[in-house]
């Protein structure tokens, strides 16, 4: 559910942190790291959106972190 919202794109600030701290609540590293790689390739990350985001994957494993990581920064050469 939450991939579909973030898939839209370019969501305001307010909606992609509440989508940020959802996914801070999920059980699955595997579904947290879909949604945060979600949000790295659709929206631009900056201020609170950020910080929840790599808060949120340093609670990962190392797997998982990588790719969440790898997105973020992909993110930001894209600019």
Known sequence: MLKA???RGSLPAETLV???RSAQGMDSGF???QVLQAVAA???LSGEAR???VATAGHLG???QGKVLTALVMNETRK
Request: proline residues 0%; negative net charge.
């Open 42 to 44: 659709t929206n631009t």
């Open 18 to 20: 509440a989508v940020l």
């Open 5 to 7: 919202v973030v898939k």
């Open 31 to 33: 579904e947290t790291s």
């Open 62 to 64: 190392d797997f998982e």
């Open 51 to 53: 910080e929840i985001y």
